[in-house]
T-cell receptor
Framework: KNEVEQSPQNLTAQEGEFITINCSYSVGISALHWLQQHPGGGIVSLFMLSSGKKKHGRLIATINIQEKHSSLHITASHPRDSAVYIC??????????????FGQGTILTVHP | SQTIHQWPATLVQPVGSPLSLECTVEGTSNPNLYWYRQAAGRGLQLLFYSVGIGQISSEVPQNLSASRPQDRQFILSSKKLLLSDSGFYLCACYRTGALFFGSGTQLSVL
């Protein structure tokens, strides 16, 4: 079993829909990251969470440390949100932040 | 703000040839630096990380090596490429709570 599991693996939505991507992990962590990878391959860091909730524009990320679960929500989805969304964790107890363990990614396609 | 320069963007190399991928960081000092690889159809995997000049840690046994000759320069190398070295290579930088990625290098070994 992977240490970081994402669901769903593929997600198709119509423009305007509310989208949720889930991430569960099985190890102790110091932080969890949500990343966005566009077809060209470049990766952008969306959020870094260690507790609670963060919001940036139409994106919301939440984390429940006790349940070892995080969600990424996209409100009013748009075709430009189409990308691969990746959950990654920084293991607890390490001194080198950024040594991430990645989920397999969720491929999101938003149709107009 | 921090910027990561990574080159080349694409590279096609024959089996057995050497490799050198370079990553430089601007806008910060003493960052943690990372090399990740994404094989076709698979997730990202950490290859090397560095917390300072000359300090390299390897996460997986492999045909590759890394060096950090300067604070903001991170190099990924191989003496002889294998077919299995094909993939998408990303450099990343972590500093003061933020994680940044380079634009990546698509390596095809033929």
């Amino acid at each position: 079993k992977n240490e970081v599991e994402q669901s769903p693996q593929n997600l198709t939505a119509q423009e305007g829909e509310f989208i949720t991507i889930n991430c569960s992990y099985s190890v102790g962590i110091s932080a969890l990251h949500w990343l966005q990878q566009h077809p060209g391959g470049g990766i952008v860091s969306l959020f870094m969470l260690s507790s609670g909730k963060k919001k940036h524009g139409r994106l919301i990320a939440t984390i429940n440390i006790q349940e070892k679960h995080s969600s990424l929500h996209i409100t009013a989805s748009h075709p430009r949100d189409s990308a691969v969304y990746i959950c990654a964790v920084d293991r607890a107890g390490g001194t080198s932040y950024g040594k991430l363990t990645f989920g397999q990614g969720t491929i999101l396609t938003v149709h107009p | 703000s921090q910027t990561i320069h990574q080159w080349p963007a694409t590279l096609v190399q024959p089996v057995g040839s050497p490799l050198s991928l370079e990553c430089t960081v601007e806008g910060t000092s003493n960052p943690n630096l990372y090399w990740y690889r994404q094989a076709a159809g698979r997730g990202l995997q950490l290859l090397f990380y560095s917390v300072g000049i000359g300090q390299i840690s390897s996460e997986v046994p492999q045909n590759l090596s890394a060096s950090r000759p300067q604070d903001r320069q991170f190099i990924l190398s191989s003496k002889k490429l294998l077919l299995s070295d094909s993939g998408f290579y990303l450099c990343a930088c972590y500093r003061t709570g933020a994680l940044f990625f380079g634009s990546g290098t698509q390596l095809s070994v033929l």
